[in-house]
């Protein structure tokens, strides 16, 4: 399996869910022994260096003890050499090449390889034999690097979180020691207006200083939201308790009717208008107008589910197709060398058992290709544009439980 990318360019949906796939599968694969290579390779590394160095660890894994081990590492060296004749020099981002013997049930291994060119640009030359594939640099390119800190505040609590990418995270919540408006008896009105006001002072230093030390070391922040109920948000910002660089980066205050976890999404719903950029954001308002298209009483411009989609994609109906990342299936084709009988179908994984239904005799697999791979093709055939939907937001898990991961915002109704 292999994946490009180019430096510089910002990857495609589809790039990222082919990468995010690959890395899917290869996290699941298992030695038996310390006998599966990971090898990173920069983009100024020379190719002929990479080799001479691959040709003293196999020099070097004659001592390794075990037979098979020593076997098996030696094979997967070779395969890389190999494989490394193709390149004059490293692609423009790097490349990371996996190979090794991998346990699939029993006494019994695989040869497997994958080749991937990654996302970003790999800044050190790693070669690791283990157990398992070596998978953490990769796994940090697919975080999403845009961060939006998210504060939530009136005199009684505050929550600071982060947004990033499709996801709130909470980082802490702060009780505060303000007093209520009520009196106690024997203090003079004045004497505790002013020990409210201390306690509000102190409490919003808190904040902002809890808020100074989660984001300022913060190099992805794009900008900081803040909300809450009534005027207390609008003194806190005014009032310069944040570290200036930081004052800098508030990009508005927004009302909000809680303090709490539910606040800060309270908040980045209130914010979506100034947050277009956000891919959650896209993606509401996609699922939205679908879901706007299906509650119309001519059931609208909307269609849903594998069969009807498909359907309509096939006669170029389909204006944006919806599939969500989560959708794990595959196309699947059986076929039958003795009565011709033929299948194609949907499904998690290939059938055990192929024999034909038809006449018993053994049936062969003619086609296994990723659902959404199919779906992505069927699009482009037709000019049709394609929306990855996540699934962590409550829109994108509606559509993979509620409509089975796939559906259609029309050009035109089809009667279906």
Do not use: W
């Amino acid at each position: 399996m292999e994946s490009t990318a180019v430096a510089g360019e910002k990857l495609t949906d589809k790039q990222k869910y082919d990468f995010k796939r690959a890395i899917e599968e290869i996290r699941q694969l298992h030695g038996r022994g310390t006998e599966l290579i990971s090898l990173y390779i920069p983009p100024d590394k020379q190719i002929y260096d990479v080799a001479a160095y691959l040709r003293n660890e196999y020099s070097q894994s004659s001592n390794i003890k075990s037979q098979s081990t020593r076997k098996n590492v030696q094979g997967a060296i070779q395969s890389i050499l190999s494989r490394l004749k193709a390149y004059k020099k490293p692609p423009p981002n790097g490349l990371v090449i996996f190979v090794g013997e991998v346990a699939v049930g029993g006494d019994q291994t695989r040869m497997t390889q994958f080749v991937l060119e990654p996302p970003e640009p790999i800044t050190t030359f790693l070669y690791r034999c283990d157990s398992e594939f070596y998978l953490d640099p990769l796994l940090d390119m697919l975080t999403e690097k845009k961060a939006y800190g998210m504060i939530v505040i009136d005199r009684s609590e505050a929550t600071i979180g982060v947004l990033r990418g499709k996801r709130v995270q909470v980082i802490k919540n702060i009780q505060s020691l303000v007093p209520s408006k009520h009196r106690m008896g024997g203090q003079s009105a004045l004497r505790f207006e002013r020990l409210i006001e201390i306690a509000a002072h102190e409490f919003f230093t808190k904040v902002a200083e809890t808020a100074n030390e989660v984001f300022l070391n913060m190099k992805d922040l794009q900008g900081i939201l803040i909300g809450g109920p009534g005027p207390t948000k609008d003194y806190f910002y005014e009032s310069g308790y944040l570290h200036h660089e930081l004052q800098k980066k508030v990009i508005d205050t927004f009302d909000t009717g809680y303090t709490d976890e539910y606040g800060l999404r309270e908040l980045m719903e209130k914010a979506k208008e100034r947050l277009e950029d956000l891919d959650l954001m896209r993606e509401k308002r996609l699922m939205q107008r679908l879901l706007e298209e299906i509650r119309k009483s001519d059931g609208g411009l909307a269609a849903y589910g594998e069969e009807e989609v498909r359907r309509d994609l096939l006669i170029g109906a389909v204006d944006t197709l919806l599939i969500s990342e989560g959708l794990r299936k595959r196309r699947i084709g059986l076929e039958c060398t003795n009565c011709g009988y033929k299948q194609v179908s949907t499904m998690e994984k290939p059938p055990e058992n192929l024999q034909c239904p038809i006449c018993g005799s053994q049936t062969s697999i003619t086609t296994n290709v990723d659902l959404i791979d199919e779906f992505y093709e069927l699009a482009e055939k037709v000019g049709t544009k394609v929306e990855l939907i996540s699934n962590d937001s409550e829109e994108g898990e509606m559509l993979l439980k509620a409509f089975g991961g796939i559906a259609a915002i029309l050009r035109f109704r089809t009667g279906g």
